[in-house]
């Protein structure tokens, strides 16, 4: 088999006998831009696919939370207005110069509340009848807050303890420790007062009329003060 010859190369004087290059293929060199393009092209069109459908979700799990905080304040709200209609009690919240007192009775009772802000001094009447300032009717329960010291009021009562006319114990209303009189005070009919020191007041829970002691153990027990 002969050797294929060698191409002949012509001499150009004054330079050594070396190959010719070849030229770049110009349709080569547009293809390779084109495709380098193109596929730059669609990383760039994925990339903002990817931004879009980020933010498209961050969207989506905002309207989420929101509609779920909604949804869950709208719960809250249910409940607390079920709980009010279902209560048997309804609330009265003294201001902070009384003592920040909160009293529960029930719901079917009806309540008179006189404020002296002057004497920092406040009365409540809970009774199931209709309230007057002229009734003298014995409430199921009396609420007074005056200036006072602890000390000075049960003294007014230490003969009758003594003689046994009147039951005293210790008891605990909204964590604090008061004092329970129970008995007869004017010789004739039964009642109970609870008083509660708070600061430079005293809280005196009344019963002037003792059929009506369950409800008043009820309202004491569930009594709130904010010292």
Known sequence: MSTPASPIIPNVAGLPNVPRQRRSNPTVIIAVLGAAAFLFLALWIVALLQAS???????????????????TQAKTDEDKLNTLVNSPYKSYVAPAVYGGLEVKYPKTWNALVTENTTGATLSLILHPDILTAANNTKAATRILVTQNLIDTVLKAYQDKVKKGTLKSQTVIVSGISATRLEGSFDGKTQAAITYIPVRDKVIAIYCDDVQYISAYNDIVAQFKVNP
């Open 53 to 71: 459908s980020g933010a498209n979700d961050a969207k989506i799990a905002h309207q989420q939370g929101v509609s779920e905080g909604q949804a």
